[in-house]
């Protein structure tokens, strides 16, 4: 599956972002899928993830109560609804997609099997 970031951009703090993530080549449907971001001179980092089925989401902590993922079966895209952003928010965002990503593994990003170019996120104190 091919999948294609976008929906980054620069916000002020306390703003809001909608960063979208289209698939194609297969469908969304039976794959987990999840956000991760990458900050400068940082590691990758799991923000927010999805089982197949749309089962209750996980977030990090740095996310929980103010990011929310969801995604449009029908559109086979993946979202991330981020409001209340800070500067620590700054960063790369990736979405990702495996169809064998076990619930103890959502938050490990080498579980996932595809990945997405990648959304700039820049907020401004």
């Known amino acids: 599956v091919q999948l294609q970031a976008s929906g980054g951009g620069l916000v002020q703090t306390g703003g809001s972002l909608t960063l979208s993530c289209v698939a194609s080549?297969?469908?969304?449907?039976?794959?987990?899928v999840g956000w991760f971001r990458q900050a400068p001179d940082k590691e990758r980092a799991f923000v927010a993830g999805?089982?197949?089925?749309?089962?209750?989401?996980y977030y990090s902590d740095s996310a929980k109560g103010r990011f929310t993922i969801s995604r449009d079966n029908a559109k086979n895209t993946l979202y991330l609804q981020m409001n209340n952003l800070k500067p620590e928010d700054t960063a790369i965002y990736y979405c990702?997609?495996?169809?064998?990503?076990?619930?103890?593994?959502?938050?490990?990003?080498?579980?996932?099997?595809?990945w997405g170019q990648g959304t700039e996120v820049t907020v401004s104190s």
């Open positions: 990702a997609a495996g169809r064998s990503v076990i619930t103890g593994r959502i938050r490990d990003d080498d579980a996932y099997d595809n």
């Open positions: 999805l089982k197949y089925g749309n089962s209750n989401p």
């Open positions: 080549g297969r469908t969304l449907r039976s794959s987990t």
